[in-house]
């Protein structure tokens, strides 16, 4: 049995959870899980029904996107997924999805501000826009660089998707719900008319700061390697 078993049972898990809840269709989207210790990561494979996955078809890619494991080839997207380990000390997961209501957002052009404070201090204080570039495109990877910096656990892909990143895959799943939550209710409430509310600034820059709290924590562990 691969070393890497446990993290391709999460990677198909996580990935037919993303299906069976209507946050892609077809193949679309790509998740992945960095393997703790190493510049290795489990990712799906290209053009592959999430339904009928199988751990055994699950890629094992190194940070040069050299192949370790895997009968297929891994997503287009794994450059971007490396780009976000690279330049995200405290991520280990990454969910690249095709929610509906986040997806309005990516064609209106619209960052989603601070709404809910039990989804700022999850995701930050901003679902930011990343520029469009074409899906697999180096482009794109450097468009996504670009925006990591801000810290926060959701991104908005133009005419494209969501992205989002957690500490865990479970933690990186749950953002890409909360952040389908905002976008449906933010989408709604702009469809009365009114002006949204948003949080008050002095609120949501202090549950932004607990969450970055928390990424130190998880970056510090992994600088300092203890288990």
Do not use: W
């Not at 280990?92 to 601070?114: E, G, Q």
Request: charged content about 20%; proline content about 5%.
């Amino acid at each position: 049995m691969s070393k890497y078993e446990q993290y391709k049972k999460d990677v198909v898990k996580y990935s037919q959870m993303m299906f069976a809840k209507g946050f892609t269709v077809g193949t679309g989207g790509n998740v992945s899980i960095l393997v703790d210790g190493e510049d290795v990561i489990a990712i799906t494979p290209s053009n592959r029904e999430y339904m009928d996955l199988t751990p055994a078809d699950i890629c094992i890619v190194d940070f040069d996107m050299n192949v370790i494991e895997g009968k297929f080839n891994p997503s287009r997207e794994t450059g971007l997924h490396i780009a976000v380990y690279k330049n995200r000390p405290d991520a280990n997961a990454v969910v690249h999805s095709h929610p509906v209501y986040t997806s309005i957002f990516a064609l209106t052009n619209k960052p989603l501000p601070a709404l809910f404070d039990e989804v700022t201090i999850s995701i930050g204080n901003i679902t930011d826009i990343i520029p469009y570039a074409l899906s697999g495109s180096d482009e794109l990877v450097d468009h996504v660089k670009t925006k990591l910096s801000n810290r926060c656990n959701c991104y908005i892909l133009q005419n494209h998707g969501a992205l989002s990143i957690g500490q865990t895959i479970a933690k990186a799943f749950r953002n890409l719900e909360l952040m389908e939550k905002s976008s449906q209710v933010y989408y709604q409430a702009l469809a009365t008319g009114e002006k949204p509310s948003t949080l008050p600034p002095e609120m949501s820059d202090i549950l932004f700061q607990l969450m970055k709290a928390e990424q130190d924590i998880e970056t510090d562990r992994k600088k300092n390697k203890t288990p």
